[in-house]
């Protein structure tokens, strides 16, 4: 049973690009979080995507925006990259079913912005 | 609003004991507990519901008093496998997941 996958595993941009990261959830799993964890700090969340729609966002930028799609794999896009976006992008998958909060991460995608 | 935890760091040799806090100042829904090990994704630990309803792992304990809005996680006999960071993160009944900074736990031999 594959876990939370994530694509790719590092990317390095310049700034004012944009750029698109992938995840699929874990099997069974039909909700998607996205989180942005910078050196040293906790996980903060930036929107969560339920039934291809975004349920509910942090406090972030709408250069931050997502998808999810029918199969319930979601990207998210960030648009005009800024120095202090380079962080660890972490996508967690969970399964209403086990309990509403119960989250399963992958590995995350590694972005450092130049 | 993000949990405040403590302490921020602490070295353990094994088999000693180790108890990590987590606060909030709003009204929790629930209390989530993640290790993460350096490189690596977070892993869940136990999950605390308002109401007393928990789940999670059998060697790690926790507690959560909701007149006070505090969690805590104990570490028992710990091994050298309990190193890693590990972060509270509460919900207030919505989506939103908070993560506190962390507390990073050194297990030595």
């Known amino acids: 049973d594959a876990g939370v996958t994530q694509s790719p595993t590092h990317l390095i941009k310049t700034r004012g690009q944009q750029v698109t990261l992938r995840c699929s959830p874990k099997?069974?799993?039909?909700?998607v979080s996205w989180y942005q964890q910078a050196l040293g700090q906790g996980p903060q969340f930036i929107f969560q995507?339920?039934?291809?729609?975004?349920?509910q966002r942090g406090n972030f930028p709408d250069r931050f925006s997502g998808h999810q799609f029918p199969n319930y794999s979601s990207e998210l896009n960030v648009n005009a990259l800024l120095l202090g976006d380079s962080a660890l992008y972490l996508c967690?998958?969970?399964?209403?079913?086990?309990?509403?909060?119960?989250?399963?991460f992958g590995p995350g995608t590694r972005l450092t912005v130049t | 609003q993000q949990p405040v935890q403590s302490p921020q760091a602490v070295i353990l040799r094994e088999g000693e004991d180790a108890v990590i806090n987590c606060s909030s100042s709003?009204?929790?829904?629930?209390v989530h507990w993640y290790r993460q090990k350096h490189g690596e994704a977070p892993i869940f630990l136990m999950i605390l519901l308002k109401g007393g309803e928990q789940k999670g792992h059998d060697k790690i304990s926790a507690s959560f008093n909701e007149k006070k809005q505090q969690s805590s996680l104990y570490l028992t006999a710990s091994q050298l496998s309990y190193s890693g960071t590990y972060f509270c993160?509460?919900?207030?009944?919505?989506?939103?997941?908070?993560f506190g900074a962390g507390t990073t736990v050194t297990v030595r031999a």
């Open positions: 709003k009204a929790l829904y629930s």
């Open positions: 967690a998958s969970s399964d209403p079913g086990q309990g509403p909060y119960e989250q399963y």
């Open positions: 099997s069974g799993h039909d909700t």
């Open positions: 995507y339920y039934e291809e729609e975004e349920r």
């Open positions: 993160g509460t919900t207030k009944n919505d989506y939103k997941l908070s």
